[in-house]
């Protein structure tokens, strides 16, 4: 499957934006979604994850309450609503897809990843 993120761009704190990851190929209802972000000199961090289904999502514990993320399968897209963003929230999202039954938060489980797209939260 391929991913294209998408939604990134300059927003002032306390801003939101909703950003998308619309997948081609075969079977998107199949995957696990998850999105993460990276800033330079850090690891990549898990911000939230849904089952294929819809049915369960799990979130990172510094963007709970303020991040949503959902899917639409019907159009193969994920997206990730981010309201009261923060400075620190300033990074570059990634979307990723991950064929295993079990929702997972783990970077290394996570088979295909789209490009990324960068969001700057401004104080």
């Known amino acids: 499957v391929q991913l294209q993120a998408s939604g990134g761009g300059l927003v002032q704190a306390g801003g939101s934006l909703r950003l998308s990851c619309a997948a081609s190929?075969?079977?998107?209802?199949?995957?696990?979604m998850g999105w993460f972000r990276q800033t330079p000199g850090k690891e990549r961090e898990f911000i939230a994850a849904?089952?294929?289904?819809?049915?369960?999502?799990a979130y990172a514990d510094s963007v709970k309450g303020r991040f949503t993320i959902s899917r639409d399968n019907a159009k193969n897209t994920v997206y990730l609503q981010m309201n009261s963003l923060k400075p620190e929230d300033t990074a570059v999202y990634f979307c990723?897809?991950?064929?295993?039954?079990?929702?997972?938060?783990?970077?290394?489980?996570?088979?295909?990843w789209g490009q990324g797209t960068l969001v700057t939260v401004s104080s």
């Open positions: 849904i089952r294929r289904s819809g049915g369960n999502t």
């Open positions: 190929g075969r079977a998107f209802s199949s995957y696990n």
């Open positions: 990723a897809a991950d064929s295993d039954y079990i929702l997972t938060m783990r970077v290394r489980d996570y088979d295909y």
